[in-house]
T-cell receptor, first 114, second 110 residues
């Protein structure tokens, strides 16, 4: 079945450490996204990528980095520069076509800073 | 980024009751999407709407694309306990950037 796989599901980090969240999709979608979700707030865009080897900052990119070396993969690194990284992170993908755009989400990764 | 205005923020209903929620925007969209999110999981697409005035059903769920293209509505009929979760709307702009509502938390009391 086609879908998006995020790993790990749960991750604990000590302050000052970088961590990388994995996101893999087999939907053949061009566009991939990373969102952050905090309690009581809507989804906030961290980074997105429309094509391999290209990505754009979203609304809250500070303290995060991404890469898009393959169409299927869009890993997110949460760096030590991110002041408040404890959150639920969602990866998503979409066909890059005008009109019938639907966003497909992964199951999410919960990061906790100890 | 822009957010869609979603209401109500939360609902507590008895099993068997109908539920209505809506999203509004100051901008026009060509697509409206409705998702459900269970605790600790990723959102799952319920209904996608592509045409102003369109009314689409998925089982007990019915959604409508507002005629002005600035709003959308989701109705759930005869609610059951497994309907519990957070429902939110989404809409993409022409650059494939998605805007989201802040969600409606639904609690169904057996």
């Amino acid at each position: 079945d086609g879908g998006i796989t995020q790993s790990p599901k749960y991750l604990f980090r000590k302050e000052g450490q970088n961590v990388t969240l994995s996101c893999e999709q087999n939907l053949n979608h061009d566009a991939m996204y990373w969102y952050r979700q905090d309690p009581g707030q809507g989804l906030r865009l961290i980074y997105y990528s429309q094509i391999v080897n290209d990505f754009q900052k979203g609304d809250i990119a500070e303290g995060y980095s991404v890469s898009r070396e393959k169409k299927e993969s869009f890993p997110l690194t949460v760096t030590s520069a991110q002041k408040n990284p404890t959150a639920f992170y969602l990866c998503a993908s979409s066909p890059w076509t005008s009109g019938a755009n639907v966003l497909t989400f992964g199951a999410g990764s919960r990061l906790t800073v100890l | 980024g822009q957010q869609l205005n979603q209401s109500p923020q939360s609902m507590f209903i008895q099993e068997g009751e109908d539920v209505s929620m809506n999203c509004t925007s100051s901008s026009i969209f060509n697509t409206w999407l409705w998702y459900k999110q269970d605790p600790g999981e990723g959102p799952v697409l319920l209904i996608a709407l592509y045409k102003a005035g369109e009314l689409t059903s998925n089982g007990r769920l019915t959604a409508q694309f507002g005629i002005t293209r600035k709003d959308s509505f989701l109705n759930i009929s005869a609610s059951i306990p497994s309907d519990v979760g957070i429902y939110f709307c989404a809409a993409p702009n022409t650059g494939n950037q998605f805007y989201f509502g802040t969600g409606t938390s639904l609690t169904v009391i057996p």
